[in-house]
Nanobody, 120 residues
Framework: VQLQASGGGLVQAGGSLRLSCAASGNIFRLNDMGWYRQAPGKERESVAA???????NYADSVKGRFTISRDNAKNTVYLQMNSLKPEDTAVYYC???????????????WGQGTLVTVSS
């Protein structure tokens, strides 16, 4: 199973970016999917998560600005980021809880990370 993240880049404060993360490989079912970020010198933190049924959860710091969504037919999770702030600058990682067969355990896979830089 591989997760391929894309969509990062350089944006001015107040701008928007949309991150995508596509899962591929031997996938029976994608359960929870999510986005994390890690800023320089800081620990990785959860940004947003979405269940297979579409329930969402957000970090307080991004509520009202970021929206997580998923397309189950495409095995893809998205993160729409609006009103970006310099403190949103970080490497953003996606993850997914994957069951590879109906009888297999669920494992969490991670994408490679995509850099988001917000200039002031």
């Amino acid at each position: 199973v591989q997760l391929q993240a894309s969509g990062g880049g350089l944006v001015q404060a107040g701008g928007s970016l949309r991150l995508s993360c596509a899962a591929s490989g031997n996938i029976f079912r994608l359960n929870d999917m999510g986005w994390y970020r890690q800023a320089p010198g800081k620990e990785r933190e959860s940004v947003a998560a979405i269940t297979i049924s579409g329930s969402t959860n957000y970090a307080d710091s991004v509520k009202g600005r970021f929206t997580i969504s998923r397309d189950n037919a495409k095995n893809t999770v998205y993160l729409q980021m609006n009103s970006l702030k310099p403190e949103d600058t970080a490497v953003y990682y996606c993850n997914a809880a994957v069951r590879t067969t109906w009888y297999a355990s669920v494992y969490v896979y991670w994408g490679q990370g995509t850099l988001v830089t917000v200039s002031s």
